[in-house]
T-cell receptor, first 114, second 110 residues
Framework: GAVVSQHPSWVICKSGTSVKIECRSL??????MFWYRQFPKQSLMLMAT?????????EQGVEKDKFLINHASLTLSTLTVTSAHPEDSSFYIC??????????FGQGTRLTVV | TQLLEQSPQFLSIQEGENLTVYCNSS?????LQWYRQEPGEGPVLLVT?????EVKKLKRLTFQFGDARKDSSLHITAAQPGDTGLYLC??????????FGKGTKLSVKP
């Protein structure tokens, strides 16, 4: 099956710093990638849709200047949390879509901002 | 905005018991997907159903999609500790973006 890899799996950073999370499709080309966040005991909430070579589409309420998304190639999308604050601490998960309807998820990144 | 409600929120059972969890949508599903998520991991797709009334079986898991395509159930027969996890239903939009329910947290004790 299709494999999506996220890096890092977990990260701790200081308030005010920026953190970059990578999402790679290892064995297929993903024209579209999605970024979700999941708070403890909550479901996944879509943050943005990322299309290769174009600007990401953000969901309502998600600050595009704070959560920078770059989808520079068909196998890599990155999410940068800028000027991180403790309330940004969450589990961030990406998914990548093949040509079909199925999307495959990465293993997630646990971000803790101290 | 579509809302997916899952019930129960939590379920703790003994190994060997049967269980059913439910997913109800405020609107008709584009396509219904069931996932299982383990702590600290991303969701793993179990099944996709599209046709109203459709029933799919995956070993001890039986997925049923309502005729009106607004509800679904997941039945597990003879649950095992390995079935422990968060079961999520989701609506798969045409673009691939998913709307998730809050999930049912299942714990199967040996």
């Amino acid at each position: 099956g299709a494999v999506v890899s996220q890096h890092p799996s977990w990260v701790i950073c200081k308030s005010g710093t920026s953190v970059k999370i990578e999402c790679r499709s290892l064995d297929f080309q993903a024209t579209t990638m999605f970024w979700y966040r999941q708070f403890p005991k909550q479901s996944l909430m879509l943050m943005a849709t990322s299309n290769e070579g174009s600007k990401a589409t953000y969901e309502q309420g998600v600050e595009k200047d704070k959560f920078l998304i770059n989808h520079a190639s068909l196998t890599l999308s990155t999410l940068t949390v800028t000027s991180a604050h403790p309330e940004d601490s969450s589990f961030y998960i990406c998914s990548a879509k093949t040509g079909g309807t199925e999307a495959f998820f990465g293993q997630g990144t646990r971000l803790t901002v101290v | 905005t579509q809302l997916l409600e899952q019930s129960p929120q939590f379920l703790s059972i003994q190994e060997g018991e049967n269980l059913t969890v439910y997913c109800n949508s405020s609107s008709v599903f584009s396509s219904l997907q069931w996932y299982r998520q383990e702590p600290g991991e991303g969701p793993v797709l179990l099944v996709t159903v599209v046709t109203g009334g459709e029933v799919k079986k995956l070993k001890r898991l039986t997925f049923q999609f309502g005729d009106a395509r607004k509800d679904s159930s997941l039945h597990i027969t003879a649950a095992q500790p390995g079935d422990t996890g968060l079961y999520l239903c989701a609506d798969g939009g045409s673009q691939g973006n998913l709307i998730f329910g809050k999930g049912t947290k299942l714990s199967v004790k040996p």
